[in-house]
């Protein structure tokens, strides 16, 4: 059974710190690229950062960038991301998705995990 669950969100101060993780399992993580989305309330869910399969590629929104971080760990199945310098616009539900592309395409969306970034 395929699953992706995300762990790490909560409440934190404006400039504080997270770090998401992404537990992925039934399906080969190693191949796929993984990306971290969100969505706040009354808004469209956007792309916050993704990573590829073996991890030698990175992108980020505008936004986040020189602040957030994306990384895998392959040997562990997981996904990270480094939340650092915190505002109150990034206050959202955060998801993780799985994307394997080629001729049978598949995402796998994980349930999200709220962050909440206020005083």
């Known amino acids: 059974q395929v699953q992706l669950v995300e762990s790490g969100g909560g409440l934190v101060q404006p400039g504080g710190s997270l770090r998401l993780s992404c537990a992925a399992s039934?399906?080969?993580?190693?191949?796929?690229?993984m990306t971290w989305y969100r969505q706040a309330p009354g808004k469209e869910r956007e792309l916050v950062a993704s990573?590829?399969?073996?991890?030698?590629?990175?992108n980020y929104a505008e936004s986040v960038k020189g602040r957030f971080t994306i990384s895998r760990d392959n040997a562990k199945n997981t996904a990270y991301l480094q939340m650092n310098s915190l505002k109150p616009e990034d206050t959202a539900v955060y998801y993780c998705?799985?994307?394997?592309?080629?001729?049978?395409?598949?995402?796998?969306w994980g349930q999200g995990t709220q962050v909440t970034v206020s005083s």
């Open positions: 998705k799985a994307h394997r592309g080629g001729l049978v395409p598949r995402d796998y």
């Open positions: 039934g399906f080969t993580f190693s191949s796929y690229a």
């Open positions: 990573i590829s399969s073996a991890g030698t590629s990175t």
